[in-house]
């Protein structure tokens, strides 16, 4: 079956950086979209960032731009999210995405906790 599994999250303060990586596995990762979300307390979970199959032309919540980076590796089959100039509204559970073009399935992670200080 189909496994998304975060890691890399934890505790920082305003102003530092934490990467996240997602490890997939049980799907043709190269064929996918991958992306990160996140949650935060009492909020809707909300798009941060996206990489194609080819891993050109990243995008990026506006909230996010700038600060955060989007990488893939299709041989390890991992996709990353390096996070600088942390601020605290990016506390939140951050969800791994995998997401097939085209109407195709779409699969999610189990999250990681991301909080950050003031």
């Known amino acids: 079956q189909v496994q998304l599994v975060e890691s890399g999250g934890g505790l920082v303060q305003a102003g530092g950086s934490l990467r996240l990586s997602c490890a997939a596995s049980?799907?043709?990762?190269?064929?996918?979209?991958m992306g990160w979300f996140r949650q935060a307390p009492g909020k809707e979970r909300e798009f941060v960032a996206t990489?194609?199959?080819?891993?050109?032309?990243?995008y990026y919540a506006d909230s996010v731009k700038g600060r955060f980076t989007i990488s893939r590796d299709n041989a390890k089959n991992t996709v990353d999210l390096q996070m600088n100039s942390l601020k605290p509204e990016d506390t939140a559970v951050y969800y791994c995405?995998?997401?097939?073009?085209?109407?195709?399935?779409?699969?999610w992670g189990q999250g990681t906790q991301v909080t950050v200080s003031s």
């Open positions: 049980g799907l043709t990762f190269s064929m996918y979209t």
């Open positions: 990489i194609t199959w080819s891993g050109f032309n990243p």
């Open positions: 995405n995998a997401n097939f073009p085209a109407g195709g399935n779409t699969y």
